[in-house]
């Protein structure tokens, strides 16, 4: 079975500091796709950042960057500079076809002024 | 482009109603999904289609649960009859296949919140 574990519920982070979302998956596969998606309040989901399982260099957008571990099926989601939009539902996505995707239970994330 | 099209955005209707959720993918993209969010079970793929077929249901509910593409640019999902713990936010995503068959991002709607009374 494909599973997503996002084990951190809820996490703070004070404005302009860094905070880093845990995710951990299972898989057989060698070659899948790794997602972390943003839903503010207004609900939509928004992407943030991709990763694809055979590129061995993580993947960075802007402030967002990930530690992409495949032997210990772990990426985890850096936010570097926190800032007050950021505040937000995160959720890790997992994807072995890159047509099904498998979601975590979602990080609320607050960012404090 | 305008991104995932979904209407309504939000919905209250009675319990034994029919509910018609509807979806505009982007276009060009080749797959379509439909997701039920709620806070109990979080973020649940119900049916996808590609190509405006439908290729893995195993995610609807139950029978009163039924979802068409008739064509590339529109898909809906009907509840009929409608009950209280089907109240939750529902989203569509459509995806563009990639040339080299690899996966590509999904790209979601803003999202349908269905409240049964």
């Known amino acids: 079975a494909q599973t997503v574990t996002q084990s951190q519920p809820e996490m703070s982070v004070q404005e302009a500091e860094t905070v880093t979302l845990s995710c951990t998956y299972d898989?057989?596969?060698?070659?899948?796709?790794l997602f972390w998606y943003k839903q503010p309040p207004s609900r939509q989901m928004i992407l943030v950042i991709r990763?694809?399982?055979?590129?061995?260099q993580n993947a960075t957008e802007n402030r967002f960057s990930v530690n992409f571990q495949k032997a210990a099926k772990s990426f985890s989601l850096k936010i570097s500079d926190s800032q007050l939009g950021d505040a937000a539902m995160y959720f890790c996505?997992?994807?072995?076809?890159?047509?099904?995707?498998?979601f975590g239970t979602g990080t609320s994330l607050t960012v404090i002024p | 482009d305008a991104g995932v099209i979904q209407s309504p955005r939000h919905e209250v209707t009675e319990m034994g109603q029919e509910v018609t959720l509807r979806c505009k993918p982007i276009?060009?993209?080749?797959?379509l999904f439909w997701y039920r969010q709620t806070m109990m079970r979080g973020l649940e793929l119900l049916i996808y289609?590609?190509?405006?077929?439908?290729?893995?249901d195993s995610g609807m509910p139950e029978d009163r649960f039924s979802a068409k593409m008739p064509n590339a640019s529109f898909s809906t999902l009907k509840i009929q009859p409608s009950e209280p713990r089907d109240s939750a936010v529902y989203f569509c995503?459509?995806?563009?296949?990639?040339?080299?068959?690899?996966?590509?991002?999904?790209?979601f709607g803003p999202g349908t919140r269905l409240l049964v009374l």
């Open positions: 996505a997992y994807s072995p076809t890159g047509n099904q995707f498998y």
């Open positions: 898989t057989s596969e060698s070659d899948y796709y």
């Open positions: 990763q694809e399982a055979y590129k061995q």
């Open positions: 276009s060009g993209h080749d797959y």
């Open positions: 289609f590609n190509n405006n077929v439908p290729i893995d």
């Open positions: 995503a459509s995806q563009p296949r990639r040339l080299d068959g690899l996966g590509e991002t999904q790209y």
